[in-house]
């Protein structure tokens, strides 16, 4: 079984950057096609941004032109580079395999707010 350990979040002020990390353990990770999923307090768990094993990437679009996914599978590790944050953003961000298939790890919290 994969884990996965997002770090990276914490509090910002509308239109700032943060830069989140997934680390996964696993060889496995480099085939796998990746997604960075949100969930806000009172909402469902929404995909925000995917990323294959190649590298190609597709986003939603309230994200769409902020945020960017990018991954090195020598390291096993996802990123999420967040840009002009807005307090919509705040969530806590997990990362896990797309489709999710994989345990849920422990998340990491992005605050957007002034």
């Known amino acids: 079984q994969v884990q996965l350990v997002e770090s990276g979040g914490g509090l910002v002020q509308p239109g700032g950057s943060l830069r989140l990390s997934c680390a996964a353990s696993?060889?496995?990770?480099?085939?796998?096609?990746m997604g960075w999923y949100r969930q806000a307090p009172g909402k469902q768990r929404e995909l925000v941004a995917t990323?294959?094993?190649?590298?190609?990437?597709n986003y939603a679009d309230s994200v769409k032109g902020r945020f960017t996914v990018s991954r090195d599978n020598a390291k096993r590790t996802m990123y999420l580079q967040m840009n002009s944050l807005k307090p919509e953003d705040t969530a806590v961000y997990y990362c896990?395999?797309?489709?999710?298939?994989?345990?849920w790890g422990q998340g990491t919290q992005v605050t957007v707010s002034s």
């Open positions: 696993g060889s496995i990770f480099r085939l796998s096609a």
């Open positions: 990323i294959t094993s190649g590298g190609s990437t």
């Open positions: 896990n395999k797309n489709p999710p298939l994989w345990t």
